[in-house]
């Protein structure tokens, strides 16, 4: 017995001691092949403080990690950064340390931490994003069975920023504090690939601000057809501040255009839903709000998406008989009823239409009414809007809190 446990504590501290001095090893190797892999497949200088190999952080996968990496952009947005990170980490099973450098690297998890990605397209429809190495190259690579192979099993992106600038439509959109993951098995042809993300969103048009810091928080099972590139969402709710949705559809990732069609609606009809999509700073006290009422969204965006089109919209909003009041203000906003609609039928930008019907609303003794037709809401908008009414300032003053609109 004493000779069996004299063996396996032997066998132990051997393990111990590999677990702890072969990172050293072995380090160099995988840096040479990550770099390869790198120089084969992108089109982009990239650069890393240091990179470390541990076998204990993510026993039984080996972990690599690369500190303070950047990717900066050749070619038309020269000298732009596209990505820089505190941490990208890589974890592999640990026979891939024995591999040649001719060999993939197979990934079975990724990370990345602290990044700021700015996503840009310009004027001329060319993105920085578009940093893949040519067709001929890509094929040399194939031949050669040099770079990565993604098996990965889990994701995850940790309090990130990501930016996207389109110049040519003057459209911008943010995620800041921005963490995601998600949980599948890229290397199977079909499997479902489960979603978790939070964080802020700013979306821009021209000089419309549609939202700005806008709290989102959403979960999504999304089926993935990695052959035909198509992913269908399953099982999908969304939470924008405190206004929830529930969407199914699909997306296909065609070689020069996306098509898809994605429907959603409020899955209740209470009015709090419309004061949800509201700001949080604008909108502090959202749960000691009275309301009473309905309000509810339905919609679907479908079509292609390319260079010439967008998707089209039908994107109806409509509230019945509803009512809001502050806790600490002395008058409500009593009988709003309204009917939207946000419509776009050819899938051309010019062809962006916002009809308004049946607006009323009415504050202690003021009536306010109106109707409206808004055309090209894109360029150059067309009004054609009838209203009636009185509005008091200071009756308004008391029936919802302006300062906070001020800040």
Request: net charge negative.
């Amino acid at each position: 017995m004493k000779k069996i446990l004299k063996i396996t504590g032997i066998v132990v501290l051997i393990l111990v001691l590999f677990l702890i001095t072969a990172p050293f090893l072995f380090k160099g190797t995988i840096e040479k092949q990550v770099k390869k892999a790198i120089n084969n497949n992108l089109n982009a200088t990239v650069e890393w403080s240091d990179l470390s190999l541990s076998l204990l952080s993510s026993f039984p996968d080996a972990r690599l990690k690369l500190n303070n990496i950047s990717v900066v952009n050749k070619g038309v947005f020269e000298g732009d950064t596209l990505v820089a990170a505190k941490t990208v980490f890589l974890d592999m099973g640990i026979p891939q340390l024995w591999k040649s450098e001719d060999k993939p690297l197979s990934i079975n998890e990724l990370g990345l931490e602290k990044a700021l990605v700015n996503v840009k397209i310009n004027e001329e429809g060319l993105a920085n994003y578009d940093i893949a190495v040519s067709e001929e190259k890509e094929e040399e690579i194939k031949e050669e069975e040099e770079g990565i192979s993604l098996d990965v099993k889990h994701y995850a992106i940790k309090n990130s920023e990501i930016n996207y600038l389109d110049e040519s439509s003057k459209m911008f959109f943010s995620l800041k504090e921005f963490n995601h993951q998600g949980t599948g098995d890229f290397s199977a042809e079909t499997s479902t690939l489960h979603t978790k993300t939070k964080g802020l969103i700013s979306f821009k048009m021209d000089e419309a601000q549609y939202f700005e810091n806008t709290a989102l928080d959403l979960e999504a099972a999304i089926k993935m057809d990695l052959k035909n590139m198509k992913f269908t969402f399953e099982e999908n709710k969304a939470l924008i501040n405190q206004l929830a949705l529930t969407f199914d559809g699909f997306v296909e990732i065609e070689e020069d255009h996306q098509n898809m069609d994605i429907s959603f609606t409020t899955p209740t009809s209470d009015f709090k839903n419309f004061l949800g999509v509201i700001p949080k700073e604008y909108l502090t006290e959202l749960d000691n709000v009275e309301t009473s009422g309905e309000f509810g969204v339905e919609g679907r965006i479908y079509g292609k998406n390319d260079e010439k089109y967008i998707p089209k919209l039908a994107i109806a909003l409509h509230s019945k008989n509803a009512y809001f009041k502050f806790p600490d203000l002395p008058k409500a906003v009593e009988n709003i009823n309204f009917e939207a609609e946000l419509v776009n039928e050819t899938g051309l930008m010019k062809d962006m239409n916002l009809d308004l019907s049946n607006l009323v609303f009415s504050i202690d003794q003021d009536k306010f009414s109106a109707n409206g037709n808004f055309k090209d809401l894109m360029g150059n908008t067309l009004v054609d809007l009838s209203a009636k009414g009185r509005l008091n300032l200071a009756n308004i003053n008391q029936a919802y809190p302006l300062e906070m609109i001020w800040i």
